[in-house]
């Protein structure tokens, strides 16, 4: 830990000179913020997550779409990981649209439902071998001008998940979190956020087992706003395996792209 609370004091130094501007309204690293995308802006966002120790990593692409309009909102994400023992490969593939319930100066609310493609092979521990649905329900509150709060409550359904084959069983698995975000000024937000789940997963005898994680994960990210509309956010955090997940550590890098759509027009 004390590498990376190095690279967290530097970053604050690099921050201190910020200008003015809007704050960062973007995914938290684990817990999704509940801002849709603006009108005619949509983002590219990706997240690796790398355990050292146990040799896994899991990487993600998310792009993001209003259509047309910021109240709703269609995106997918796209999975790739390495399982201790496999090689790497795709995981289940999600598409997603999101209504803007609520949109104020202080409270958002935008629950997500998604399609989960049965895109990642069962056998080796990267699916569930059938397809299913995820609703997610984040809420974001800016409880003042420097803190804001994330809260996020979801679960997902698998019809005729795989255990073995010829052995198939529906499954529900469930999650909570929450974040808090800390804003030094509206480019630098350190933050840290508590996240978990239960999991269901078919035997190969038919039975249901369950498990549970819980992670903790302190963070910082920062906002470099290009004149052309272009928002890069770049992140790093610490996941730390708390309760049932002790013992699991891994670093955590994110980088977003935001920028505006461009109707190219032929000059007259």
């Given amino acids: 830990m004390g590498r990376f609370a190095a690279i967290l004091v530097a970053s604050a130094v690099l921050a201190a000179a910020a200008v003015a501007g809007e704050k960062i309204q973007d995914n938290s690293f684990l817990i999704e913020e509940a801002y849709n995308q603006e009108d005619g802006v949509i983002q590219h966002i ?3 997550q790398w355990d ?8 993600s692409f998310t792009e993001e779409w209003p259509t047309p309009r910021q109240n709703h909102q269609l995106s997918f994400t796209v999975p790739l990981s390495k399982l201790p023992g496999t090689g790497a490969s795709l995981g289940d593939v999600l598409l997603n649209y999101r209504y803007q319930a609520v949109l104020s100066d202080r409270l958002a609310f935008a629950p997500r439902l ?3 493609l049965n895109t990642g092979r069962w056998q080796s521990g990267y699916g569930k071998g059938a397809p299913g649905l995820q609703a997610n329900l984040p809420l ?54 508590l996240v978990g789940a239960r999991l269901e997963a078919v035997r190969p005898d038919g039975s249901i087992e369950t498990t549970h994680t819980v992670f903790v994960n302190p963070g910082v990210r920062m906002a470099f706003n290009r004149p052309s509309g272009l928002q890069i956010v770049p992140g790093l ?32």
């Fill in 237 to 268: 955090a610490y996941t730390i395996g708390i309760g049932p997940s002790s013992g699991s550590r891994a670093i955590l890098l994110y980088l977003s792209f935001e920028h505006p759509l461009r109707t190219l027009q032929r000059a007259p």
């Fill in 46 to 48: 990706q997240m690796l």
């Fill in 114 to 116: 998604s399609l989960v």
């Fill in 140 to 193: 974001s509150v800016d409880l003042s001008e420097s803190w804001t709060v994330h809260v996020n409550l979801g679960a997902t359904w698998t019809h005729r998940a795989v255990g073995a084959p010829r052995v198939r069983r529906d499954t529900l698995d469930s999650n909570a979190g929450a974040s808090a975000v800390f804003h030094v000024n509206n480019r630098f937000n350190p933050l840290v956020e």
């Fill in 52 to 59: 050292r120790n146990r040799g896994n990593w899991i990487y």
